[in-house]
């Protein structure tokens, strides 16, 4: 059974700081990642997609590794700012197109 | 563009009363569609999924159903509320043929049963 695991739960960081967030999935057998966000009590956003054949996304401040072999992915935001201020969701799915999520990364970025 | 709607954003409902969320799709055609329930202090779950009119699969045993009547149409329903089916319910979408998987979530409803 798939399980994703995201690590810090939270984190607070000073405006201007690089950053990287954690997840972890038990099972390699993946068809793709996804990177969300979610503001508090609104829908999710995609922020990235990374298919199984990929290493990496790229979105402006945003960059998404994928290790497959070893079941991680990592999220990196570029010089944060307070509007980055959320939820951050890592999802998993295999080749039926289901979601499994982990639990969040909650994240502050303090002006 | 394709857009996903939900409704309705707010719902608060007596234990025992009925349940009816809609979600509906624009943009697209034969999607696949979820729904997912996000309940205080859990992740994100998977309660049901289609892949055409009229196919429900069901993730997990609940006082829960799902029915997709049209194929843009995806419809959560129950008979009878439980205190323990308060959460907060996101609609999702995504292609099924010639895609990369990519999930797209509706904006959410949040139901309180007291």
Not at chain 1, 8 to 17: F, R
Not at chain 2, 13 to 30: D, F, K, M, W, Y
Request: net charge neutral.
């Amino acid at each position: 059974k798939q399980e994703v695991t995201q690590i810090p739960a939270a984190l607070s960081v000073p405006e201007g700081e690089n950053l990287v967030l954690n997840c972890s999935f038990t099972d390699s057998a993946i068809y793709n990642l996804q990177w969300f966000r979610q503001d508090p009590g609104k829908g999710l956003t995609s922020l990235l997609l990374i298919q199984s054949s990929q290493r990496e996304q790229t979105s402006g401040r945003l960059n998404a590794s994928l290790d497959k072999s070893s079941g991680r992915s990592t999220l990196y935001i570029a010089a944060s700012q307070p509007g980055d201020s959320a939820t951050y969701l890592c999802a998993v799915s295999g080749n039926t197109g289901k979601l499994i999520f982990g639990q969040g990364t909650t994240l502050q970025v303090k002006p | 563009s394709q857009t996903i709607h939900q409704w309705p954003a707010t719902l608060v409902q007596p234990v025992g009363s009925p349940l009816s969320l809609e979600c509906t799709v624009e943009g697209t055609s034969n999607p696949n569609l979820y729904w997912y329930r996000q309940a205080a202090g859990r992740g994100l779950q998977l309660l049901f999924y289609s892949v055409g009119i009229g196919q429900i699969s069901s993730e997990v045993p609940q006082n829960l159903s799902a029915s997709r009547p049209q194929d843009r149409q995806f419809i959560l329903s129950s008979k009878k509320l439980l205190l323990s089916d308060s959460g907060f319910y996101l609609c999702a979408w995504s292609r099924i043929s010639g895609s990369t998987g990519e999930l797209f979530f509706g904006e959410g409803s949040r139901l309180t049963v007291l």
